[in-house]
């Protein structure tokens, strides 16, 4: 995913996000917890089994899904077994989950058939983690949607391999970033096609979100020893495992130990499937870039008259012996302005130049039909005008055509793409078992061909958007008004979407919020009593912030802005909708009342203090800021503090309620006042939280439903409650984590269906919850 430095908010409250994906200026919210063992023999769950707890602080009681005690102070787990890792959404505890549609959204890196098994299909994702293709259903399934909030670093996968002789067998290479802050990558090991993992601690990075991540595979199994596989890192060198993944040992003979001139090492392994003695492996180096290995790794020698001066991306054999590989100027998958395509003939040593066109772009995608070994297809990168282009050869590269002008496209899947072939076209597969069936992964998802070799005959190729399931957004926020809309999303990169109906959830949008069309949308609110009337902002159109009148359906862009030199930042909208505060980047609050057309600073509050409005009172705002808590009654114009000594963390007003307010301060728990922030109390029966939205009530209560990300006597997951937090039941399980979605904390509940509750992801989409 195209994933670069914002900030973000949600419910009024300040986060700020960096290209790492992780929080700046929030203490710590997540208390450790084991994921899983560090060891190969533990499964991905604690214990095996994933159990709903609900507890009552205020009496020490256990309490059943439905909120009765079990017995008198007496501690019980209630426990509902699950199978660890399930890419289930039903039937997997007291909640369903499921994706609002967006169908693609982020950057696929990786596209990997099974040899063996027709059908068996994975892709990877730079930040999104891994799915499986349901041959079935027609969509794709999520695997590793089990990773929490401790090891979100692992929704990054940087390679994947599936068995070649058995395959039940998967491995991930995981690890998102490579960072000094980053942990560790890991490899995760399946033998049931990824329904499970157990995992082996890597003692190196891995950098699936980095530069380079469309490149590989960097993980490969030796066709011949299945129990063999061999791991190209960015700055390790060459890793070896002789027990299927369990343990790793560097390849100390290969000559490249890091980062080679590029800084990303290895691009890809490659085994000779004839003989499995013979060992290519690319690197990001413009010198030496290609070596080999004749005697299954023991010495390595570079392979005499390469070209130099770029650097591979992909290198694949054919079933006749000869090896492609495509090349680039720089990494990518930004930045390209040179590229070729290459063919090697081992038997002669003759290298021969076979790039189908020239021009400031790359090329990358690179696939072999196995079943025609001179069928050969590659796509260019970065070729800005005219778009990327896919090329297809039947004769070794010797004669290309290109396919663009000669196919029929179809975005009815998700229509925000649009029908151009796509950008960053890394991912590239040949169905093994059907030459006419190809996919190739996209920044925004993937394309299908059931006819791709139509064009071999002179005819036309028909492709469809083939990203169904696979959802790898980045939301920043959510709102969901009562009485309009169910839902509208802000989100990086695509800028967000709304949703107009509850049934609407599970049908792709026409497309993104637009008039203006931000490329990245931070902050969204509404006007509580008002809810037709909204406020976005963000950046990348010719506004940067927008208000609509109609709950979302059209938008009108402010006619100015507060910084002329400033965007994004977060925005507040009073009850009434007849005050607007903005909070640019970096700078200080200002407020509109003429619907953006012109701005004045705000008295009272410094540079980066996000404001949040009272969802009652039209006159009244609040910002908590450096530990103190300010309010102002003269419609935003000027704040003086009312409470100090509080903590960093992130403000949110009930809604219907003047002066009820709530504050999610990470490791200090969670505090409530009632008094408009006079006066706090902090709950005892949270010890950490992160982010907290509100809900309609239960029936027959008063007060909204809570819902929290945090951590409820020991367990750290969203939890519900509805009698103002004095006892919780835990929603998600162990399969529905998604990641750092405390760091995220996007969360709130539905104000038309009690029960309901969306949560925003780092990569997962926005997910939504109901009672099972």
Not at 689 to 711: C, E, H, M, R
């Amino acid at each position: 995913m195209n994933n670069p430095t914002y900030r973000a908010r949600r419910g009024r409250h300040r986060r700020r996000w960096t290209a790492a994906g992780l929080l700046v200026g929030v203490p710590a919210i997540v208390v450790p917890y084991l994921l899983f063992a560090q060891e190969g023999s533990q499964t991905a769950t604690v214990d095996g089994s994933a159990y709903d707890q609900q507890v009552s602080v205020r009496s020490g009681k256990v309490l059943d899904a439905n909120g009765s005690s079990t017995a008198g102070g007496t501690r019980i787990q209630q426990r509902k077994l699950v199978k660890s890792a399930q890419p289930k959404t039903a039937g997997s505890g007291p909640y369903r989950w499921k994706n609002t549609q967006v169908v693609g959204g982020g950057y696929v890196t990786g596209l990997v058939f099974n040899p063996r098994e027709k059908g068996l299909l994975y892709a990877r994702t730079d930040m999104g983690g891994a799915y499986r293709w349901d041959v079935a259903a027609k969509h794709w399934i999520p695997l590793t949607d089990w990773v929490g909030e401790k090891d979100w670093n692992l929704l990054g996968i940087d390679s994947v391999a599936t068995d070649p002789v058995d395959p039940k067998r998967l491995y991930l290479a995981a690890g998102t970033y490579t960072n000094e802050w980053a942990g560790n990558g890991a490899l995760l090991r399946s033998t049931n096609r990824g329904r499970t993992f157990k995992r082996t601690p890597l003692p190196f990075k891995l950098g699936a979100n980095e530069d380079g991540r469309g490149a590989g595979e960097r993980l490969v199994i030796n066709p011949k020893d299945n129990g063999t596989l061999l791991l190209g890192t960015r700055k390790n060198g060459l890793w070896r495992s002789t027990d299927r993944g369990v343990t790793w040992r560097q390849v100390s003979s290969f000559p490249v130990k890091d980062g080679a001139s590029s800084g990303v090492g290895i691009s890809f392994v490659t085994y000779d499937p004839k003989n499995s003695k013979t060992i290519y492996v690319g690197v990001a180096d413009k010198s030496t870039s290609l070596y080999r290995s004749t005697d299954g790794g023991s010495t390595w020698q570079a392979v005499p008259g390469q070209p130099t001066g770029q650097m591979p991306q992909h290198g694949v054999l054919s079933g006749n012996g000869s090896l492609y590989l495509t090349y680039t100027d720089v990494v990518g998958p930004n930045g390209v302005t040179a590229g070729s395509v290459w063919k090697y003939m081992p038997a002669s040593g003759a290298w021969k130049n076979v790039s189908p066109s020239q021009g400031g772009y790359g090329f990358s995608g690179l696939a072999v039909d196995p079943r025609k070994p001179s069928t050969v297809m590659v796509t260019t990168l970065d070729r800005w005008w005219p778009e990327d282009e896919i090329y297809r050869s039947t004769d070794g590269g010797a004669h290309w055509k290109a396919l663009a002008d000669k196919s029929k496209r179809n975005a009815s899947g998700a229509p925000y793409v649009g029908t151009g072939t796509g950008h960053w076209m890394t991912a590239l597969a040949i169905d093994p078992f059907n030459s006419g069936h190809v996919l190739y992964g996209t920044g925004s998802g993937i394309w299908r061909s059931k006819d791709a070799n139509a064009t071999d005959s002179g005819g036309t190729s028909h492709w469809r958007v083939g990203a169904r399931g696979l959802e790898e957004t980045a939301v920043l926020d959510a709102i969901a008004p009562p009485g309009g809309a169910t839902v509208i999303s802000s989100m990086g990169d695509l800028g967000g979407f709304r949703y107009g109906t509850s049934g609407s959830l599970a049908k792709v949008p026409v497309g993104r919020l637009k008039n203006p069309m931000m490329i990245t949308s931070t902050d969204i609110d509404f006007a509580q009593s008002k809810p037709s009337v909204m406020v976005r902002v963000g950046r990348g159109a010719e506004q940067d912030g927008a208000y609509s009148t109609d709950g979302g359906s059209s938008w009108k862009g402010f006619k100015s802005e507060p910084v002329g030199s400033a965007d994004s930042g977060q925005v507040a909208l009073s009850a009434d909708g007849s005050v607007i505060v903005w909070t640019e980047e970096g700078q200080a609050p200002y407020r509109s009342t003429d619907k953006g057309a012109s701005w004045s600073k705000v008295g009272g509050l410094g540079n980066g203090a996000v404001v949040v409005a009272d969802r009652s009172s039209a006159r009244t705002f609040y910002s908590l800021s450096g530990g103190t808590l300010y309010a102002s009654t003269d419609g935003g114009a000027s704040f003086t503090a009312r409470a100090g000594n509080l903590p960093t963390g992130r403000l949110t007003a009930v809604p219907g309620i003047a002066g009820d307010l709530w504050i999610a301060g990470g490791d200090k728990g969670l505090l409530h006042s009632t008094d408009g922030g006079l006066n706090f109390t902090t709950l005892k029966s949270v010890q950490s939280a992160s982010a907290l939205g509100f809900g309609k009530a239960k029936p027959g209560t008063g007060y909204q439903a809570l819902y929290l990300i945090g951590t409820v006597k020991d367990a750290t997951g969203v939890f519900r409650s509805t009698d103002k937090g004095a006892t919780w039941l835990r929603v998600n399980d162990k399969a529905h984590q998604w990641g750092a979605i405390g760091a995220v904390g996007v969360i709130t509940g539905d104000p038309d269906t009690y029960g309901r509750v969306y949560i925003g992801t780092n990569g997962r989409g926005l997910q939504y919850g109901d009672p099972s």
